[in-house]
């Protein structure tokens, strides 16, 4: 039986230790499930505060699709996918602090009025949604057709 040597232990668990650090934003990102088989609702009382929401979906094979709410100053909601058009395939997402949504990998911030522009490469993904007075409205084919940003 051949023995590992201690510094490619050492090396094995550092790398392990990086893994699980880079992997605890997504795991520990606390969504609001929500379900429904052609359409899901959220009502505008849970966006009244001016935060950023994070919400999530599972489809039929159990993947997570997350996305954001926000309602902006001026009233209108903003709706983006949890992943960005050139950081999404780092699977880190945004995290919403002070008003601010931050991605989760370069670190580009955006206002929530703003939050479905972007800096440079970095630009949130739309999602598309209807609301009213009451309540916002998004179409699980719309939220379907992002799954690959997952």
Known sequence: MRTIGVKKLV???????VAIAAAMPILHSRCIELRG?????????????GEAHLFCYRDQAG???????????????????????????FRQGYKVSHGM????????RYPINHMTRGEASC????LAH?????????????????????
């Open 11 to 17: 090396i094995g668990i550092a790398a392990a230790a």
């Open 123 to 126: 630009v949130p993904v739309s």
């Open 101 to 108: 949504l931050i991605c989760r990998l370069c670190g580009n």
């Open 130 to 150: 209807h609301e009213d007075s009451s309540r916002v409205e998004i179409k699980v084919s719309d939220l379907k057709s992002g799954a690959a940003l997952f």
């Open 63 to 89: 993947q997570r699709l997350r996305f954001l709410l926000a309602q902006g100053d001026d009233g209108k909601v903003r709706a983006v996918f949890d992943a960005c058009r050139q950081c999404y395939k």
């Open 37 to 49: 088989a052609e359409m899901l609702t959220v009502s505008m009382a849970r966006l009244a505060d």
